[in-house]
């Protein structure tokens, strides 16, 4: 086996030791087909047998609910963005935006040009570093729905309390999708690019309430339409077959990890030691967003002396600690602890990030 970083990368991100071993091993032969399953039609019945399969351990693993349809699309989230107000809202009508950092600004952005699309609130005049106290929310009380993104990857915020509203929730889960059990039928929707905690770019998961779908929406193309993907069975054109397989593997190993219970407690503990580091480092490092909605999946951090950036990366790569360099929107570090990185990354940055600091301290 050839040398393998610690890899932090917000996403694409770190995949399953296993689940590359696996790929590689069937990669010129996929269930005695003597081909790839990237070679191979997405009409071919290996082919909808495995896409079956990653739907079935989807729902189990996230236990969806029979009333939501699950649907694996290209595009990304940010096509998401655009396709629930084309999809779930009328031409011109409200549609209610929670920002709490970046990505909520990225889905408001994509759905102007359809809806009204109001802010309830916005964390940016505190630098998204916090959640805005939900009596500060101003709901149109007709919107469409209330978009809210579940954990901001690059701020570095998580919403960790219930969204209760009169209007159906739709999520971006995009980075914490399966980190720990969520209540599905808290919301309406759901959506997610699966390079982050759920596998490869190029594929998105989508989880909406099936009866959503007879909302009328707007004008636009069939290949645009959520309806017309479940009617077939997310096949309406070639998907991305290679990315659904490698998707379909990682579901498997979540859950023979013992799904998301495990990851929970697995990623809240994690999340707390590296806070804890950061914290206790008597200011050496720093994390500026209030306790309570610290995500637990993207650790944004500050060195107190910024000109100590680039020597704090290059000794971590010598260490094979890659991927810390923060998002160009803030700067400075984040560490991203997705499910399949493993225990040891966490220990070996924390680790590391107290040596540098007495170093240079
Ligand atoms: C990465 C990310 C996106 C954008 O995803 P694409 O697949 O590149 O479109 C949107 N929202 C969140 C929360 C993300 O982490």
């Known amino acids: 086996m050839s040398h393998r970083i610690f890899n932090f990368s917000a996403g694409p991100a770190t995949l399953p030791e296993p689940v590359l071993r696996q790929a590689q091993a069937e990669l010129m032969d996929w269930q005695g087909m003597g081909a790839s399953i990237a070679e191979i039609s997405h009409r071919s019945a290996p082919f909808i047998e495995m896409a079956a399969q990653a739907e079935a351990d989807l729902r189990r693993l996230l236990s969806v609910p029979d009333d939501y349809a699950v649907l694996f699309l290209q595009g990304g989230a940010t096509l998401q963005q655009a396709l629930i107000p084309l999809n779930l809202a009328a031409p011109g009508q409200v549609a209610d935006y929670l920002i709490t950092g970046h990505w909520g600004q990225t889905a408001l952005k994509q759905a102007r040009p359809y809806v009204d699309a109001r802010v309830v609130a916005s964390g940016e005049a505190n630098g998204y570093r916090g959640v805005p106290p939900r009596a500060d929310w101003c709901l149109s009380g007709d919107a469409a729905y209330l978009h809210v993104t579940a954990n901001e990857t690059i701020h570095g915020v998580e919403l960790r309390d219930r969204i209760e509203a009169d209007v159906p929730v739709f999520a971006d889960f995009s980075s914490s999708i399966a980190s720990e059990p969520i209540d599905v039928s808290d919301y309406g929707l759901i959506y997610a690019g699966a390079q982050k905690n759920l596998g490869p770019s190029g594929i998105t998961v ?28 997310s096949m309406l054109n070639t998907p991305p077959t290679f990315n659904w397989y490698l998707l379909g593997l990682c579901l498997r190993w979540m859950l023979d990890e013992g799904g998301v219970e495990a990851f929970g407690h697995r990623n809240a503990s994690r999340a707390a030691r590296l806070y804890a580091a950061i914290d206790g480092s008597e200011g050496f490092y720093r994390n500026e967003v209030a306790p309570a909605v610290r995500s637990r999946m993207n650790v944004p951090f500050f060195l107190r002396d910024a000109t100590l950036d680039a020597e704090f990366l290059r000794q971590a790569g010598e260490r094979g600690l890659m991927g810390l360099k923060g998002h160009k929107v803030v ?30 301290g």
Do not use: C, K, W
């Open 206 to 233: 989508v989880i909406v309430r099936r009866d959503l779908l007879n909302r009328a929406g707007q004008p636009r193309a069939d290949i645009l339409t959520y309806a017309s993907h479940m009617a077939r069975d």
């Open 331 to 360: 700067g400075g570090m984040r560490a991203s602890l997705y499910n399949a990185l493993p225990d040891a990354a966490v220990r070996a940055l924390i680790d590391f990030m107290q040596e540098f600091a007495q170093r240079h």
